[in-house]
């Protein structure tokens, strides 16, 4: 192996496939040798079996679309908030000095902390659930996103100044289009930790959802299902990704080297 | 002289520039008050030492940085921020990287709400000029520095400015390409009579274009000489072997040669 020397498209994802095979191989050996007691962990077969069943008899494909739906509503609620925002910090450097402070303080308030208070104040509906994510991402947005845009390169609009363009005019086609590939980068990752912040908010006071269906199966002390639920959230946060970067891709294709 | 009623394209007067003290520190004399008279189609090469300040009375005159002393008059107006009248090529590639050739060119343009039928005949106009035809489509990662160059030379030219801002524009490219640019931009010059001010550190580059090479001094930067470069237009790149382009050249290698050793011996 030579450091930072690419690898070929074809082994790249041979190797990335290895390990998923390499760690269900394991997980398999370790549970259906009987190493391992299956009433601390489920084997894949039981797990796939009790996944079936979830689908078959328990109307999981409900509890997948309501948290997906709680997932996309709270973080486009706190993209549509954040993003303007963040920009207007990014651009105007008197907001930022205004709003930086307390957003960054704000940003480390655990959005889990929040939910007895949420419950307080909202219930337990979706009402309660959005608000976690929406604490959960939203400040983490902003601050990200006046990143993005402080960092346009100043020569850039500089260029742009020579060339008549007024301030509106930068930001407008000078620090949005260029920020714009780091803010949808952004959106991606965020997206990906909204989907821990619904997990815990349907883990407390829910009754449909994920997390719901994962608390239900700990009283019931079914592993199998517990880590189907699991993999069925990376399943869904894999996919998102996929999405979030073709689409990327195909939006920016100048950003991509 | 003529008496004051003669207007300059371009009036530097007395223009000085001083960066404040950093923590007690004592304040950076980057430029002793210049005074500098432009006239209409003039090509004025601004030579000097890395430090001189050559590139801060650039950016004085664009806008982009204001003098602490002086003023700057183009066209009799006081120049305080910095506009479409005064066109500007970086050193560093300043293409927008979102937007096609075509589309980089055109910026100024559509920022003046230009028709669209305009621009189009502007921008195909320069991007023949600048023999980037072919390449309107492309994305600037997909061009060598060259081709970057000239889109960002046809982009300050599509805007008409009153006068164009060189800093440094061939710096970053390679010796062949670069004399093949310094062709192409006095060919354009010669062509289209634009007043033109040129920032470089290269003498070659500095005589092989210029009507007058203003040579600067080290660190406080000031204007060390004026020097008029009288070869015949149109200027052929064979000039260069030529024994009054080598004596030219033997004058300004001593001036900035001393200039040189005066930044060595105080780094």
Known sequence: MTPLKPVAPGRKAVLGIAFFVLFVAVWAVATLSGFVSRTFLADPVTMLREGWALFAQFGFAGDIAITVWRVVGGFVLAAVCAVPLGIAMGAYKPIEAFFEPFV?????????????????????????????????????LVLMVAVAVGSTRRDLVEAAYTLGATSRGVVRRVLLPSAS??????????????????????LIGASSGIGHMITDSQALLNTGQIIFGIIVIGVIGLISDFVFKWANQRLYPWSVA | MNGGAHRHKLAIEAVGRTFAAVRGGTPTVALEPVTLRVEDNDFITILGPSGCGKSTLLRIVAGLDTPTSGRVLLDGTPVVAPGADRGMVFQSYTLFPWLTVHENICFGLREKNMPQNEQQRIAAHYIARVGLGGFERHYPKMLSGGMQQRTAIARALANDPKILLLDEPFGALDNQTRALMQELLLGIWEAEKK?????????????????????????????????????????????????????????????????????????
């Open chain 2, 195 to 267: 007043t033109v001010l040129f920032v470089t550190h290269d003498i070659e580059e500095a005589i092989f274009m210029a009507g007058r090479v203003i040579v600067m001094s080290a660190r406080p930067g000031r204007i060390k000489v004026e020097v008029a470069v009288d070869l015949p237009h149109p200027r052929h790149y064979t000039v260069k072997t030529t024994p009054e382009f080598s004596a030219l050249k033997a004058r300004l290698t001593e001036e900035i040669r001393i200039e040189a050793l005066k930044v060595a011996a105080t780094a």
């Open chain 1, 181 to 202: 590939p780091a803010i949808a980068e952004t959106l991606r990752l965020v997206l990906g930790w909204a989907w821990t912040y619904v997990i815990v908010a349907e």
């Open chain 1, 104 to 140: 960054s303080f704000a940003r480390y308030l655990p959005a889990s902390a929040f939910i007895p208070l949420l419950i307080l104040w909202a219930g337990i509906g979706e009402m309660q659930k959005l608000l976690v994510i929406f604490i959960g991402s939203f400040f983490q």
